[in-house]
């Protein structure tokens, strides 16, 4: 056996090395996560790079909102806007923000012509009328500013990417949105075959175009979609959406070409978009059809110029003469809020600066096919040098060679990068280390025997109790995170600030510590992973590490027991005369990425993704709804309902996010027959509510109290409906919009 004992770490090395091959070839979720993480930090060591001087950005800021008036404006003074700007000589001015419904603000103006009308028909008068309606119509306009501009103007618009986005449309409605769009298609097509079409992916079911008095005044538009990663962070954009049999440009790209006067000549394969040239400029794009970002730096790396200043002539004209003029909204709470490698909140008017930048000055970063050749030949490169060396040193000799060869790495990687080439980080890093620790994790068994081994480093690396389910069920659990279908669970105690102003620090930790471990022990008792505390609140999950069968309805169960062991408590309190806690909780169903999160020296079993966030959401709308088991959508439909009496309490937006989500309450198990009286009343109210019919839906509120004096959401609805009957909203299709966060 001792004589096979120098062939184990050549083996080891190879086995890592066909598993990282392997890997990278199909992909593993985590590790592709990584790999993108990197690609942030690669841009952040760079830094700030200088910018095509040649592209500004004119933007509605706070300060034009300030002398300008609250967004949105009247269209006149995008009129205005665009006539400064070809006065003062800018080359080609871009939209990043639609006119997709007509201007409302001049409406009231021609009610009150039509007024007058009715009652004056002196001599002179109707055509004075006639001439101050068309002066009011700021459409017309805006359209008459675009039609007259010296400067190339590109409108932008967005597709629905299927048809649920666009179930507001009619046929014939779709059909005009397509017709305002169609000058703005690629004209330079190549299909390298008949089918060639077919291979690409991204279908549009239909545009929401500008409206035509305007979209017919100029020939150029592009979508202003962008399509985020797995994490949200948005480093590509799509070169091409399919509508039918016509393919369609992005407002950064067309702008570009127009800006060059040169044409987009696209060739399409069997595979997808083979290749893509603006004029003698070729735009490398991955198979998928995605232009990579390279960006200059984070906001304001462009120079942004306020509006109200180029309206008001408040700027030189050198500064637009000949310039690439990109036109949005930066203002808070008005402006297109994207993640990007530098920031969480980057405003997408400069994301379509950055691609232009790229286009006009050719560096835009590629991924060729052979780089593929290159990362894997890296893998098996680094296997074969680590599998010779490692068995013949000594361990710490050992270590350098394996830091050199990690390092190495990356100084190429991010040398490359800055050439614009992107090389694939993770997955030869992580086969260098499987291997370093594989081998050095063999000689040190061979040495010391495989228990220790395992005791030491696994407790050195993980945490007791998870150190505990990896030795007795090591294939549920993946070292470094895994995507699992979760219940995240988070929970508040309401009011605690207030009760702990009125504790002695003793008093309040004997409280928080007797609140803690009797809610903890009912999550444990249902298979639950408590994930962390942070002050009252409690963090946890169901359905990781272990399997659970039905993890959604486990959790619900579990959030009943709670609240009946913590009513309990109350009593028990009050007859101390203790401050009695009620603990509102949120709860969300869905895919989260769960594992190992943290330092090398410290690391915490966890979970992350947007299942976690909108559970975190979830428990502070609690307090708008007087509600203390709330539940998202996707949490009911993973339930047996005959089970438990819940009821859908609102559709709301919340703060970051576009999709409006429907929230429920989790009441208690289905024999509580007055609870469910109430439900019924409630769920009439809620339906006379989204027909706007509010005197209605508050008398079915007010019945539901009835059943149930204490019922917060009916009490919140009510008020809410009253509200509305004095001030109704002025756009409405039954979502509450909750501004702040909770």
């Given at each position: 056996?001792?004589?096979?004992?120098?062939?184990?770490?050549?083996?080891?090395?190879?086995?890592?090395?066909?598993?990282?091959v392997?890997?990278?070839?199909?992909?593993?979720?985590?590790?592709?996560?990584?790999?993108?993480?990197t690609?942030?930090?690669?841009?952040?060591?760079?830094?700030?790079?200088?910018?095509?001087?040649?592209?500004?950005?004119a933007?509605?800021?706070e300060?034009?909102?300030?002398?300008?008036?609250?967004?949105?404006?009247?269209?006149s003074?995008?009129?205005?806007?665009?006539?400064?700007?070809?006065?003062?000589?800018?080359?080609?001015?871009?939209?990043?923000?639609?006119?997709?419904?007509?201007?409302?603000?001049?409406?009231?103006?021609?009610?009150?012509?039509?007024?007058?009308?009715?009652?004056?028909?002196?001599?002179g008068t109707?055509?004075?009328?006639?001439?101050?309606?068309?002066?009011?119509?700021?459409?017309?306009?805006?359209?008459?500013?675009?039609?007259?501009?010296?400067?190339?103007?590109?409108?932008?618009?967005?597709?629905?990417?299927?048809?649920?986005?666009?179930?507001?449309?009619?046929?014939?409605?779709?059909?005009?949105?397509?017709?305002?769009?169609?000058?703005?298609?690629?004209?330079?097509?190549?299909?390298?075959?008949?089918?060639?079409?077919?291979?690409?992916?991204?279908?549009?079911?239909?545009p929401?175009?500008?409206?035509?008095?305007?979209?017919?005044?100029?020939?150029f538009?592009?979508?202003?979609?962008?399509?985020?990663?797995?994490?949200?962070?948005?480093r590509?954009?799509?070169a091409?959406i399919?509508?039918?049999?016509?393919?369609?440009?992005?407002?950064?790209?067309?702008?570009?070409?127009?800006?060059?006067?040169?044409?987009?000549?696209?060739?399409?394969?069997?595979?997808?978009?083979?290749?893509?040239?603006?004029?003698?400029?070729?735009?490398?794009?991955?198979?998928?059809?995605r232009?990579?970002?390279?960006?200059?730096?984070?906001?304001?790396?462009?120079?942004?110029i306020?509006?109200?200043?180029?309206?008001?002539?408040?700027?030189?004209?050198?500064?637009?003469k000949?310039?690439?003029?990109?036109?949005?909204?930066?203002?808070?709470?008005?402006?297109?809020?994207?993640?990007?490698?530098?920031?969480?909140?980057?405003?997408?008017?400069?994301?379509?600066?950055?691609?232009?930048?790229?286009?006009?000055?050719?560096?835009?970063?590629h991924?060729?096919?052979?780089?593929?050749?290159?990362?894997?030949?890296?893998?098996?490169?680094?296997?074969?040098?680590?599998?010779?060396?490692?068995?013949?040193?000594?361990?710490?000799?050992?270590f350098?060679?394996?830091?050199g060869?990690?390092?190495?790495?990356?100084?190429?990687?991010?040398?490359?990068?800055?050439?614009?080439?992107?090389?694939?980080?993770?997955?030869?890093?992580?086969?260098?280390?499987?291997?370093?620790?594989?081998?050095?994790?063999?000689?040190?068994?061979?040495?010391?025997?495989?228990?220790?081994?395992?005791?030491?480093?696994?407790?050195?690396?993980?945490?007791?109790?998870?150190?505990?389910?990896?030795?007795e069920?090591p294939?549920?659990?993946?070292?470094?995170g895994?995507?699992?279908?979760?219940?995240?669970?988070?929970?508040?105690?309401?009011?605690?600030?207030?009760?702990?102003?009125?504790?002695?620090?003793?008093?309040?930790?004997?409280?928080l510590?007797?609140?803690?471990?009797?809610?903890?022990?009912?999550?444990?008792?249902?298979?639950?992973?408590?994930?962390?505390?942070?002050?009252?609140?409690?963090?946890?999950?169901?359905?990781?590490?272990?399997?659970?069968?039905?993890?959604?309805?486990?959790?619900?169960?579990?959030?009943?027991?709670?609240?009946?062991?913590?009513?309990?408590?109350?009593e028990?309190?009050?007859?101390?005369?203790?401050?009695?806690?009620?603990?509102?909780?949120?709860?969300?169903?869905?895919?989260?990425?769960?594992?190992?999160?943290?330092?090398?020296?410290?690391?915490?079993?966890?979970?992350?993704?947007?299942?976690?966030?909108?559970?975190?959401r979830l428990?502070?709308?609690?307090?708008?709804?007087?509600?203390?088991?709330?539940?998202?959508?996707?949490t009911?439909?993973?339930?047996?309902?005959?089970k438990?009496?819940?009821?859908?309490?609102?559709?709301?937006y919340?703060?970051?996010?576009?999709?409006?989500?429907?929230?429920?309450?989790?009441?208690?198990?289905?024999?509580?027959?007055?609870?469910?009286?109430?439900?019924?009343q409630?769920?009439?109210?809620?339906?006379?509510?989204?027909?706007?019919?509010?005197?209605?839906?508050?008398?079915?509120?007010?019945?539901?109290l009835?059943?149930?004096?204490?019922?917060?959401?009916?009490?919140?609805?009510?008020?809410?409906?009253?509200?509305?009957?004095?001030?109704?909203?002025?756009?409405?299709?039954?979502?509450?919009?909750?501004?702040?966060?909770?």
């Open positions: 056996m001792k004589k096979y004992t120098k062939f184990y770490p050549m083996l080891i090395s190879l086995t890592a090395v066909l598993i990282g392997l890997a990278y070839a199909y992909g593993v979720p985590f590790l592709d996560l990584m790999e993108l993480r690609v942030d930090l690669r841009f952040i060591s760079i830094g700030k790079q200088a910018p095509d001087p040649n592209i500004v950005m933007v509605i800021d300060k034009s909102i300030a002398r300008e008036g609250k967004w949105i404006w009247p269209r003074k995008i009129a205005k806007l665009i006539r400064e700007l070809s006065q003062a000589g800018a080359k080609v001015i871009a939209f990043d923000i639609g006119f997709l419904e007509p201007d409302q603000s001049k409406q009231h103006v021609f009610q009150v012509i039509n007024q007058i009308k009715d009652k004056f028909q002196q001599d109707q055509a004075f009328l006639d001439n101050l309606k068309k002066e009011s119509d700021y459409d017309n306009m805006l359209a008459e500013a675009i039609r007259d501009s010296k400067a190339k103007v590109v409108l932008g618009y967005f597709f629905h990417i299927n048809k649920e986005e666009a179930a507001g449309l009619t046929n014939e409605e779709r059909q005009i949105h397509i017709e305002n769009i169609s000058s703005s298609k690629y004209k330079l097509l190549q299909l390298d075959s008949p089918e060639a079409l077919k291979s690409l992916k991204l279908e549009a079911y239909a929401q175009s500008n409206i035509s008095d305007i979209a017919k005044q100029t020939p538009a592009g979508y202003f979609n962008m399509m985020p990663d797995k994490d949200g962070v948005v590509s954009i799509p091409v399919k509508l039918g049999d016509s393919l369609y440009p992005p407002l950064s790209l067309l702008t570009a070409s127009i800006a060059l006067n040169a044409n987009i000549l696209l060739r399409v394969d069997h595979i997808g978009l083979k290749s893509l040239k603006v004029g003698n400029i070729s735009v490398p794009t991955d198979e998928s059809g232009i990579l970002i390279n960006y200059r730096g984070g906001e304001k790396t462009f120079p942004h306020p509006v109200t200043d180029i309206m008001n002539r408040n700027v030189s004209p050198d500064k637009l000949d310039k690439i003029v990109l036109v949005g909204a930066t203002a808070i709470a008005i402006y297109d809020l994207r993640v990007t490698p530098f920031a969480n909140e980057f405003p997408g008017l400069e994301i379509h600066a950055n691609i232009i930048d790229n286009i006009l000055n050719d560096r835009i970063l991924r060729p096919d052979w780089m593929a050749i290159f990362d894997v030949m890296a893998m098996i490169s680094f296997g074969i040098l680590l599998g010779l060396i490692l068995p013949r040193v000594e361990a710490l000799s050992g350098i060679v394996t830091a060869i990690f390092s190495g790495h990356i100084l190429i990687c991010q040398y490359l990068f800055q050439k614009g080439l992107v090389l694939n980080l993770v997955y030869p890093l992580v086969i260098t280390l499987l291997i370093y620790v594989g081998i050095t994790a063999y000689r040190y068994v061979t040495e010391s025997g495989q228990k220790k081994f395992i005791r030491e480093a696994f407790s050195h690396y993980l945490a007791p109790s998870v150190v505990k389910q990896l030795i069920s294939e549920k659990l993946i070292l470094g895994e995507e699992r279908n979760i219940t995240a669970f988070f929970s508040d105690v309401q009011s605690f600030t207030s009760i702990s102003e009125k504790l002695s620090p003793h008093d309040l930790v004997h409280l510590n007797e609140f803690l471990t009797e809610m903890t022990d009912v999550i444990l008792k249902y298979e639950g992973t408590v994930d962390k505390f942070e002050g009252d609140a409690i963090i946890a999950f169901f359905g990781a590490p272990n399997d659970l069968g039905n993890h959604a309805e486990i959790a619900c169960m579990a959030c009943i027991d709670m609240q009946k062991r913590l009513a309990l408590l109350r028990r309190w009050k007859s101390e005369g203790r401050p009695e806690l009620k603990m509102r909780i949120g709860l969300c169903t869905g895919p989260a990425v769960v594992g190992n999160m943290g330092s090398k020296s410290r690391m915490d079993y966890t979970m992350m993704g947007d299942t976690v966030n909108t559970a975190a428990e502070g709308v609690n307090k708008l709804y007087g509600t203390y088991i709330m539940m998202s959508e996707s009911l439909q993973a339930i047996d309902k005959a438990f009496i819940t009821r859908e309490l609102d559709a709301i919340v703060v970051g996010k576009q999709i409006p989500i429907t929230i429920y309450q989790l009441i208690g198990y289905a024999d509580d027959n007055l609870a469910r009286e109430a439900v019924l409630y769920e009439k109210g809620l339906a006379a509510y989204r027909r706007q019919q509010w005197d209605e839906s508050a008398a079915f509120f007010n019945a539901a009835n059943l149930l004096p204490e019922d917060g959401p009916s009490r919140a609805m009510a008020e809410r409906c009253q509200k509305f009957k004095l001030n109704p909203p002025p756009e409405w299709n039954g979502v509450f919009n909750i501004k702040d966060k909770i």
